[in-house]
């Protein structure tokens, strides 16, 4: 039985007939007995789905303390405590347990909300064991079990149809397939595609219409389902961009302190300084290169852009997920539910040679008819045809609420809407029989009574092509006119233009069963043509406009759908994908073309690329690796289990909340409680505008910590006293630089942000942002250099005074050039008076009340005696001032220059 199990995967199970099927698994009719069950559930297991082992809290938190940043700071600690800093060491402690935890915390919340959004399958099914029907749980389920299957039930296991009574099946969540599939029992040939096995049915597809008997022939992982859930847990996750950058910028700054503290230590050591002085001179060293911070207000800025997000519907998982989806320049989308309503609906009528456009989306019961000259009794006729006609049943209020047939639920919105309401009409025309849909007849037919008049009437729908053969009369303006030739191409000829347009058409007919000539007269011949009406999954209204907005932003948009050629061309010419003049051969391809295509090939035509049609999962997990290949970042939107492994390979999967399996949601990196494909643009302006904040704070940090490398350094080199100590360096690095900093991460969005083209994925995270971060420091340890030597010599330059004055001063100077600093960090392309000085309350805020606590820290006796601080007087306060606006000044001058003369790419922030 082990062998079997292998084999059982390999089978060409479409290619059998019904006979083969139960011979090859060892079955019968009658279904297996309990000893057989029993042997068969010790080989294959149960049937459910192998879950991935889930991050356990221990490691998330692990995760936030081996950042590089994080391990500098360690050190920093170690050093502190080694030199009885102990002040120091506290405050660098808490700096990292506040960064750690806020990150713990974010990780570990998203995990729970995935948790919640989490929804469970069918719990039984229906199987024949020792020749009873009996109903089980569906982990019961083996190989060789017959399964009964109707309308609502949920397919426990992939199998093989023995009998196919009218049965149509949703494929949407392993296809993609926008409507229901006909199933039949037949043989097909071995090269016919996995959604087009009409044979087969699979695990979690869901029965709309008809039933069926089949044979079970995979369970578990060796399902469709599990095949995608094994392509899912064996992609490996790899950092983000936007994390291998802070990681790479981490690393350079531990190099450039280790350089510098080598360099400084050996002039330290020449100029005959003790070991403890050398240890104090480190640990100021390090102290300055590092900014403390930053760790603390990249997670609180990534932190609340994901709170901004989750109030517009979108839960992200992972912190740097936010910034990865704002430098996307390609959005992978599945179409069904994402793109469009996931609800048909009647578009267009067609009456002779009358077209007419219906409003409305979806299943509201919102619209008309609109611009129509048809007439108002055949309007009637042909809505109340889709009523009776139905199999569909509907709760009406203020949107349906409806069971059956997708097609036939938008037959009733049609009909509602036009004043045609079946909780009024079914009691007056009571059905007496009918002749079912099947996929050789193509037609449905009911006959009911009316009991107005006491006759009875037939009422048809199905393909344009059989339906009108049967017919010998044409509905003209309310007269019955006999059907000509000619009229018949007119008719074909609609029916071709709508089936263009990607519709799914359908043909109405009506018969008066009092007209028949012989009581033995086909109920289905000499029929009177009504009309066509034309059915798609609209495209959501929103999803057109964030397409639009896509493509302003350098996005490319890609659909990917298990729907036919003709449905997704017309779906993505709709919706603003393409349009005439980018519609040819190279911009659609087939999943029949790509099974024959490696991912090499594929990589050389996927930039022209816009539409894949008919794709299965392997196909879609092959496009995004193509992509990738071709040095894109790309993001996936899907909701079918047929998306997961493509999500988790993308640099950002986004699942859907509502309609998405377990498994896409799981593989997902941001998960869409609304479903709406228009919350993409936001959380993609989001990314955006948090990568252009996460910049201005770096260089807003760095800047600072620069000009402190440069000021110690160079004070060494000449022999000075130390201009800053350690604990005045932390003071500015965490208390003073920390507020700024995080309420810039909350500027909000430049008016621009959305016509930028995304930035090259190699791109460093400090392009463009050499003309503040190189002179900004220098400037900075000039002044201080300066004014640290004019007062040492001003005051006794070897004297206790002169040197705390010096150092207060100093540090005074450094504060408020950074504040003031941080009101031009608002944008590096933007005067202030561009932006509007209170558009950033947050920032104004912070600014005063740190402005406050410094003027308290450098005046207040107590804090004077723990900093070392002197009192100051008003001359050395308006000194200080007046030098601390320098750095403003330089920026908003660049800014003012550059801007006029129409460089506005000077500093590409995405």
């Known amino acids: 039985m082990g062998k079997e199990l292998t084999e059982l995967t390999k089978v060409n199970w479409h290619t059998m007939n019904a006979n083969q099927a139960i011979q090859y698994l060892q079955t019968r009719f009658e279904g297996l ?3 057989e069950v029993n042997e068969r559930l010790a080989i294959y297991g149960f049937n459910q789905l192998k879950e ?21 700071l360690l050190i920093a600690i170690t050093i502190s405590a080694f030199v009885g800093g102990l002040v120091d060491a506290i405050i660098i402690s808490a700096i990292i347990i506040l960064s750690t935890v806020m990150g713990f915390i974010q990780e570990f919340k998203s995990e729970k909300a995935i948790e919640a959004l989490k929804k469970m399958t069918a719990a039984t099914c229906r199987v024949i064991r020792n020749n009873k029907l009996s109903t089980i749980n569906v982990t019961e389920l083996v190989p060789g079990d017959i399964i009964l299957i109707s309308a609502g039930d949920k397919v426990p296991g992939d199998a093989y149809l023995i009998e196919a009574h009218n049965l149509q099946v949703d494929q949407a969540p392993l296809t993609g397939e926008a409507v229901p599939v006909e199933k039949t029992a037949a043989v097909l040939s071995k090269e016919t595609a996995l959604a087009d096995r009409k044979n087969i049915i699979y695990t979690v597809t869901t029965v709309t219409y008809g039933r069926g008997k089949a044979v079970v022939f995979s369970t578990a992982m060796d399902t469709e389902l ?14 983000t961009p936007f994390e291998l950058k802070i990681r790479h910028t981490a690393k350079t700054l531990s190099i450039i302190m280790m350089a510098i503290v080598g360099i400084v230590s050996v002039v330290a050591f020449i100029r005959g300084l003790q070991l403890l002085e050398m240890l104090v001179l480190g640990i100021s060293l390090a102290v300055a290169a590092v900014p403390e911070a930053l760790p603390a207000v990249l997670t609180a800025s990534l932190a609340l852009g994901t709170h901004r997000m989750a109030k517009q519907n979108a839960i992200v998982r992972r912190l740097s997920a936010v910034e990865t989806l704002g430098s996307t320049n390609v959005i992978c989308t599945d179409k069904t539910g994402t793109l469009t309503k996931g609800e048909m609906t009647v578009t267009s009528i067609y009456v002779y040679d009358k077209f007419a456009h219906v409003t409305g989306l979806g299943y509201s019961l919102e619209g008309n008819v609109s611009d129509s000259n048809i007439d108002k ?30 097609t036939e639920i938008a037959l009733l919105v049609f009909a509602y809407k036009n004043g045609i309401r079946r909780e009024i009409i079914d009691p007056k025309f009571p059905r007496i029989r009918e002749i079912p849909f099947t996929p050789e007849r193509k037609m449905m037919t009911t006959i009911h009574k009316n009991l107005d008049n006491n006759t009875l009437e037939a009422y048809i729908k199905g393909a344009c092509e059989i339906v009108l053969a049967r017919c010998i009369k044409i509905l003209v303006d309310s007269n019955a006119l006999s059907m000509s030739n000619e009229m018949k191409g007119r008719i074909l000829a609609a029916n071709n233009e709508m089936a263009k347009k990607g519709l799914r058409v359908l043909a ?10 012989s009581p033995q007269e086909n109920i289905e011949n000499n029929l009177m043509f009504l009309g066509l009406v034309g059915i798609m999954d609209p495209p959501r ?27 997704a061309a017309a779906v993505a010419r709709e919706i603003g994908i393409i349009d005439d003049t980018t519609i040819h051969e190279g911009v659609m391809i ?3 073309d790509l099974e024959t295509m490696d991912v090499r090939t594929l990589s050389e035509k996927v930039d022209s690329l816009k539409i894949y049609s008919r794709v299965s999962p392997e196909h879609k997990l092959k496009i995004v690796e193509a992509l990738k290949n071709k040095g894109h970042i790309v993001a996936m939107t899907g909701d079918g289990i047929n998306d997961a492994p493509a999500l988790k390979a993308a640099d950002i999967g986004i699942a859907m909340g509502v309609t998405g399996t377990q498994v896409t949601k799981e593989s997902s990196s941001m998960v869409l409680a609304d479903d709406n494909f228009a919350t993409i643009v936001s959380a993609v302006q989001e990314g955006r505008r948090i990568f252009d904040n996460v910049k201005k704070f770096l260089v807003y940090l760095l800047s600072a910590n620069l000009g402190e490398i440069i000021i110690l350094a160079v004070s060494i080199m000449l022999g000075w006293p130390l201009p800053l100590l350690a604990k005045q360096i932390l003071y500015i690095n965490l208390a003073t630089d920390g507020s700024p900093a995080i309420a810039l991460g909350l500027e909000p969005h430049e008016p621009d942000i959305m016509k930028r083209k995304p930035r090259n994925r190699n791109e460093s995270i400090f392009f463009g942002t050499k003309r503040w971060l190189v002179p900004i420091p220098i400037i900075l340890a000039s002044i201080s250099l300066l004014l640290f030597g004019y007062i040492l010599q001003a005051n006794g330059w070897n004297s206790n005074f002169a040197v705390e004055k010096a150092r207060t001063m100093v540090f005074g100077l450094i504060v408020f050039f950074e504040l003031f600093f941080a009101l031009s960090s608002r944008s590096f392309t933007h005067n202030i008076n561009k932006l509007g000085f209170f558009s950033n309350k947050i920032l104004l805020y912070s600014l005063l009340g ?17 900093f070392d601080f002197v009192s100051l007087e008003a001359a050395d306060w308006t000194l200080l001032l007046l030098l601390a606006t320098t750095g403003f000044v330089y920026s908003e001058i660049i800014k003012l220059i550059t801007s006029r003369k129409g460089n506005i790419s000077l500093f590409k922030l995405a």
């Open 590 to 592: 087939s999943g029949q």
């Open 850 to 866: 740190e402005s406050l606590a410094v003027v308290f820290i450098m005046n207040y006796p107590a804090m004077q005696g723990l």
């Open 377 to 406: 009794k055949d309007l009637v006729l042909l809505a109340k045809t889709m009523v009776l006609c139905n199999d569909a049943n509907m709760i009406s209020e203020d949107k349906i609420n409806a069971i059956g047939d997708p």
């Open 33 to 35: 007995t309990d000893k």
């Open 52 to 72: 991935e082992r889930r991050i356990s809290k221990a490691t998330i938190f692990t995760r936030q303390i081996k950042e590089p940043l994080i391990i500098i």
């Open 508 to 517: 109405l007919a009506y018969k008066d069963m009092q007209e028949s000539s």
């Open 541 to 567: 209204k929103e999803a057109i406009d964030s397409i639009a907005q896509c493509k302003s932003s350098g996005i490319n948009v890609i659909m990917i759908t298990g729907d036919h050629e003709l449905t």
């Open 226 to 239: 599990g095949k995608v859930a094994t392509a899912v847990q064996s992609i490996d996750s790899r950092r």
